[in-house]
């Protein structure tokens, strides 16, 4: 008798979602994004949720939705050099049903402050933009948010040299939109359907 296929509509709902909250379950090893740019996982893991590098905002709009952890993923370009190295910080948070992943993104407006914080792979250029003293924050910042079943997946993405050309920003925004569209439920459904 064949196994029946995977019903996606499963990760809506907490209580009959089987996806284990994990990097292994949401961060795909590589992903490539719309500008031909191929990335590959160097880290990640689970974290508390919110924290501290996070904009009082976007602490405030977790807290009231009752974000306990999340899952982080950080991918560097690949065969980049120290020079061109993008680095993109993915994070998934997980809440009870659809509706409610859909409302915490409703509640992030753009013309807000939100600042989702910033993880950075272990060593490598990867590391260099939580080095001490560094400020990645003032570098120039491509950023996706999307709700996708229970899920929120969000991805900022910055050069490793901190560079602030707004040149840098189509780089940016490129990589942080593929990285939203591949990660999260969406590979968790992919690895499930294979």
């Known amino acids: 008798m064949a196994t029946p296929a995977f019903d996606p509509s499963l990760l809506g709902l907490a209580s009959t979602d089987p996806a284990p909250f ?11 994004d719309g500008k031909g740019v191929e ?22 709009v977790l807290r009231q939705y009752g974000c306990a952890q ?6 560097t370009e690949v065969g980049a050099t120290s020079r061109n190295d993008v680095l993109v910080s993915v994070e998934v ?5 659809a509706g409610t992943a859909n409302q915490v993104k409703a509640d992030f407006p753009a013309n807000g402050n939100w600042s989702f914080g910033f993880f950075c792979a272990p060593s490598g250029d990867g590391a260099a933009p939580c080095a001490s003293g560094a400020d ?23 050069y490793t040299d901190l560079g602030t050309q707004s040149s840098n920003l189509p780089w940016t925004t490129s990589a942080a939109v593929a990285a939203v569209t591949d990660a999260g ?5 992919k690895t499930q359907q294979q």
């Open 136 to 158: 990645w924050e003032a570098a120039t910042q491509g950023e996706e948010v999307t709700s996708d079943y229970r899920y929120l997946v969000e991805a900022t993405a910055i």
């Open 70 to 75: 999340m899952v982080t993923g950080q991918y």
């Open 93 to 97: 948070f997980a809440f009870t049903y």
């Open 39 to 60: 990335y590959s996982y160097q880290s990640g893991g689970l974290e508390s949720c919110p924290v501290n590098g996070m904009s009082s905002d976007v602490q405030s």
């Open 22 to 32: 994990t990097a292994e379950s949401f961060m795909p090893q590589n992903f490539t």
């Open 185 to 189: 439920p969406a590979y968790y459904v």
